[in-house]
Nanobody, 117 residues
């Protein structure tokens, strides 16, 4: 029903910046919230940012990462600044449907971000 495609990943140096994009297609009207998650090597997937009524971030990304969306383009972005090696991970875009549409979650295939000197 909803397809998500991430892009913008790559390799950057510590202190650098990167912007990820997530293009949504399909039943866009069913989407309630959009979020970003990441999975560092050897670790569990973790929450990065969410765009709902407002935005929210965990302590690990707050002040450095910014989630935004362009509804006209059906795209959500993740601006990442002051990157450090601990930010190295596969970043996944997530969309959650409205409860009236079933409340299911959709995931992109991920894009790799590598932060190293």
């Amino acid at each position: 029903q909803v397809q998500l495609v991430e892009s913008g990943g790559g390799s950057v140096q510590p202190g650098g910046s990167l912007r990820l994009s997530c293009a949504a297609s399909g039943n866009i009207a069913s989407i309630n919230t959009m979020a970003w998650y990441r999975q560092p090597p050897g670790k569990e997937r973790e929450f990065v940012a969410i765009s709902a009524v407002g935005t929210n971030y965990p302590d690990s990304t707050k002040g450095r990462f910014t989630i935004s969306r362009d509804n006209a383009k059906n795209t959500v972005y993740l601006q990442m600044n002051s990157l450090n090696p601990e930010d190295t991970a596969v970043y996944y875009c997530n969309a959650k449907a409205k409860l009236s549409w079933g409340g299911m979650s959709y995931w992109g295939k991920g894009t790799l971000v590598t932060v190293s000197s």
